[in-house]
């Protein structure tokens, strides 16, 4: 099955820019997203279609997207950015099925 | 307010059947894509399944022949019957809403399914 990769973990100090990549090989032909979650609470998505960005979400918080690898990156990182982090997509072969990475601590020092 | 709200969730034994539901509100049901992600503690996201507004269904080979999902407009409610379920389920379960490729931008707080003798 499909499968998206992602380092399991990121520290940064505050006022760094953190990067989490996320890489798949379908990822040239779907759209992928970001995701952050807090302990105890529900995902929060972050990022749409590469690099949009929802409404309420912070400009500190941006994708981009190359080859087979999509990066979250978020700059000026504040204590309050610490959670988990996943990046999701869909497989290309034609079968419909949604893959989400494995997901990414970012910890603040 | 955009709100989902899952309930269903509960203990049950190996081989057993729960169904969950997720209500909706706030928003125009009808108009989403409505998707079941599951997290077992301590561990990362995992799609269940997923229904189109028009009732395709979709579901991972881990959960297909087991799970089925399904929604009922008039009620704003979506739903999803488990059955043969196995200690592997249990996880918290949440449902997302979607549109088109703008992503699961509204989530519920989960429901916790327990399979346990």
């Known amino acids: 099955s499909y499968e998206l990769t992602q380092p399991p973990s990121v520290s940064v100090s505050p006022g760094q820019t953190a990067r989490i990549t996320c890489s798949g090989d379908a990822l040239p032909k779907q759209y992928a997203y970001w995701y952050q979650q807090k302990p105890g609470q529900a995902p929060v998505l972050v990022i749409y279609?590469?690099?949009e960005r929802p409404s309420g979400i912070p400009e500190r918080f941006s994708g981009s997207s190359s080859g087979t690898t999509v990066t979250l990156t978020i700059s000026g990182v504040q204590a309050e950015d610490e959670a988990d982090y996943y990046c999701?997509?869909?497989?290309?072969?034609?079968?419909?099925?949604?893959?989400f990475g494995g997901g990414t601590k970012l910890t603040v020092l | 307010e955009v709100q989902l709200v899952e309930s269903g969730g509960g203990l049950v034994q190996p081989g057993g059947s729960l169904r969950l539901s997720c209500a909706a509100s706030g928003f125009t049901f009808s108009s989403y894509d409505m998707h079941w992600v599951r997290q077992a503690t301590g561990k990362g996201l995992e799609w269940v399944s997923a229904i189109g507004t028009a009732g395709d269904t979709y579901y991972p080979g881990s959960v297909k022949g087991r799970f089925t999902i399904s929604r009922e407009n008039a009620k704003n409610s979506l739903y999803l019957q488990m059955n043969s379920l196995r200690a592997g389920d249990t996880a918290v379960y949440y449902c997302?809403?979607?549109?088109?490729?703008?992503?699961?931008?509204?989530w519920g707080q989960g429901t916790t399914v327990t399979v346990s003798s």
């Open positions: 997302a809403r979607a549109r088109n490729s703008d992503g699961m931008d509204v």
């Open positions: 999701q997509s869909a497989d290309s072969s034609g079968t419909y099925e949604v893959v």
């Open positions: 279609k590469d690099s």
